[in-house]
């Protein structure tokens, strides 16, 4: 395998191998994806772009009865997700997951093909790439697939999403406050009743990133929630409340 590094997340309650000079490296965005999945879920996650599979198996840790199903497009960090898996450390989680390498947006009998069934997860998260492809990127081809958004990105994936979750399943999304526009265009007519939470990085400060959570088949009007704030005024720590979603010990959402 290629250079990387084996990191603790949840104060250690699972651990990521991840490439150390190239391609994606989880981090809070991850973390708080995992989080906007309900305390005590029991069924399937879909962690749609994967990558090394922090966030499926962030939800794993918190939700002992879960299970997940890595979906990756890119062949070298499906294999980091693969030696995730195969962890001394991720014993007790690693049996709960497996990794798919297919594209998220892949369609009809080519996505069955992958094996990512209809109505086969209770619930599916993503962290796609958001950045504008305008945006300078990195030269890192691998990272750049991680980080540089498409053109009709989010229909695309939350469309492969609207397939594999089942009806009254749940979807979960992160990404800058600029893609909500076509977010909520890409979730219209197939997940409703959608919550929206801001995060900020201090108080005051404009928000950094959003996370919606929604339901599939449901119709109810969009929630606008408290927002989280990562850090005080001053210093690093982070808030108790950003603390508790970050490691694990707590939903994002009240519910």
Not at 1 to 12: I, L, Q
Not at 56 to 75: D, H, I, K, S, T
Request: charged share 20%.
């Amino acid at each position: 395998m290629t250079p990387h590094t084996v990191d603790a997340f949840h104060r250690g309650r699972f651990y990521l191998v991840q490439p150390a000079d190239r391609g994606h490296r989880a981090g809070l965005d991850a973390m708080l994806l995992a989080a906007a999945v309900p305390d005590g879920l029991a069924g399937r996650v879909a962690d749609l772009g994967a990558g090394a599979g922090a966030a499926g198996l962030a939800v794993l840790a918190r939700c002992p009865n879960a299970e997940a199903m890595l979906v990756e497009r890119e062949a070298d960090m499906a294999a980091f997700a693969c030696a995730t898996l195969k962890l001394a450390e991720n014993a007790s989680l690693g049996g709960r997951a497996n990794v798919i390498t297919a594209d998220v947006t892949l369609r009809g009998k080519a996505r069955l093909a992958a094996g990512l069934a209809d109505n086969c997860c209770d619930f599916a998260i993503m962290n796609p790439p958001y950045n504008d492809a305008a945006d300078r990127s990195s030269p890192d081809e691998l990272r750049k697939a991680a980080h540089v958004m498409t053109d009709g990105l989010f229909e695309e994936w939350v469309r492969t999403a609207a397939a594999v979750v089942r009806p009254r399943g749940g979807l979960a999304i992160i990404a800058r406050p600029a893609t909500l526009g076509a977010i909520l265009a890409a979730i219209e007519s197939r997940f409703g009743s959608a919550e929206l939470m801001a995060i900020h990085p201090r108080p005051g400060k404009a928000a950094i990133r959003i996370v919606l959570r929604a339901w599939r088949g449901q119709r109810g009007a969009l929630s606008i929630l408290p927002p989280l704030t990562l850090h005080g005024e001053t210093g690093n720590a982070f808030t108790p409340e950003a603390d508790g979603a970050i490691n694990g010990e707590r939903s994002l959402f009240p519910r």
